[in-house]
Structures are given as C-alpha cells and as structure tokens.
C-alpha cells in the first residue's frame, strides 16, 4: 500500500502560468517532506523541503504547502517554463535526521509554450 | 502500485569485504531497475541502470568494478559493493521503473551499508 501517493500521473501548463503538483500521505509520522525533480536517464534531485513544523515554505519560484490536517502536500510553481518540464516526484520521511525515504510514483509535469 | 522491497536494511561489515543488496519487485516484471546512492541532505546520485538480461548502464564516476550490478530476472537485481571501504558507507536505495504510466517509479526502503 503507498504511503505515499500522486495521484496525477501528468499535469501540462501553459509556460507563464502557475504548475501545482500535489501529493497525499497516510502516516501521520511523517515529520519531514521533500520534493525532487528527475529528467530523462538522470537520478532525482533534491528540489525543495519542508518540515512538518511549517506550513509553507519557498524557494524562488518553488513553493511548498504542508496541510498537515489533511495529510497533503502541494508543490506551485510559478511562472512556469519550459525547463521545469520534468517529473517530480515527493518523498516523506519520519525525521530530518533518518535516511528513510518513502517515495510517491512521481508526476510528468510538461510546460508548453 | 508496485511494491519493491531490499534486503538487508542495515549492514556493517569490515572494511575489504563484499557486501551484497538485493531489489525486489515483488508483484510486477521490471525490466529496468535504477541503484542510487543517498547523499547528506538527501539528495540522490544515480548510481546505474540495471536491464535485466544485459549488462547496467553506470553512470560517469561510478566505479562499475566496485559496484556489481546483476539484473538476472525480472524481480531481481542486486548490487555488490566490492571491497568495501568506510567511504562506501551510504544508504542505498532502488526503484522499478514501468508499470502502467511511462516515467513512473517505485522505490525500496533502502539499505544503511556502514563499513567499519
């Protein structure tokens, strides 16, 4: 059973426009939240994090949303651009300090022109 | 969703000795598995691609005679740090690709290798 989920397998965005990526957990031990951005026939990398003391925490054009209530997590970005045309994938983990990640399954995010 | 699953989670060994990490898809055929190797701050380098039936794909820097990829079935691909040395000390962590969406992954819990 996935602990944690992406629902949306693809997400297309106009370049320019907001992109918002969203991702559910069901533990309510996680205490600390990562996004990771992959391209083709390369390994994730670390995009943005969050620790569950937060709710929002930002980046340049990288936002994320912690609803700890609702177990979900919420990546925007904006203004959107080609470049950002990826697939992200968000990862929890029980504690800033412990390797263990859990992973979501990832989301193709396409910025068209 | 696939579930993935390595063994062992933890293991200490001497420093010169060999250490040997399995990658489980256990309910799904993965033709291509993914080794990474987790830095501080989380961040992940991707080690290589394991094809089942032919020889992996490493990556620039990665040393392909220290880290022995063998993906001999479809459910199972392994990864042999040879002649482990402290520096090799990581957490280790592989994914399945495929399934029924292209670029989805599903990743292990991993593997904590310390190298005494």
């Known amino acids: 059973d996935q602990q944690v989920k992406q629902n949306s397998p693809s997400l297309s965005v106009q370049e320019g426009r907001i992109s918002i990526l969203n991702c559910d957990y069901t533990?309510?031990?996680?205490?600390?939240f990562l996004w990771y951005k992959k391209y083709p026939a390369e390994g994730p990398t670390f995009l943005i994090s969050?620790?569950?003391?937060?709710d929002k925490n930002e980046d340049g054009r990288f936002t994320v949303f912690l609803n700890k209530s609702a177990k979900h997590l919420s990546l925007h970005i904006v203004p959107s651009q080609p470049g950002d045309s990826a697939v992200y994938f968000c990862?929890?983990?029980?504690?800033?300090?412990?390797?263990?990640?859990?992973f979501g399954t990832g989301t193709r995010l396409q910025v068209f022109p | 969703g696939a579930v993935v699953s390595q063994h062992p989670s933890r293991v200490i060994c001497k420093s010169g000795t060999s250490v040997k990490i399995e990658c489980r898809s256990l309910?799904?055929?993965?033709?291509?598995m993914f080794w990474y190797r987790q830095f501080p701050k989380k961040s992940l380098m991707l080690m290589a691609t394991?094809?089942?039936?032919?020889?992996?794909?490493?990556e620039q820097g990665v040393e392909k005679d220290k880290f022995l990829i063998n993906h001999a079935s479809l459910t199972l691909s392994t990864l042999t740090v040879t002649s482990a040395h402290p520096e090799d000390s990581s957490f280790y962590i592989c994914?399945?690709?495929?399934?029924?969406?292209?670029?989805?992954?599903?990743f292990g819990p991993g593997t904590r290798l310390t190298v005494l």
């Open positions: 994914s399945v690709e495929g399934g029924r969406l292209v670029d989805e992954q599903f």
């Open positions: 533990n309510s031990m996680f205490d600390y």
């Open positions: 969050i620790s569950s003391i937060k």
């Open positions: 990862a929890a983990s029980p504690d800033y300090n412990t390797d263990k990640l859990i």
């Open positions: 309910d799904f055929q993965a033709t291509t």
């Open positions: 394991s094809n089942e039936g032919s020889k992996a794909t490493y």
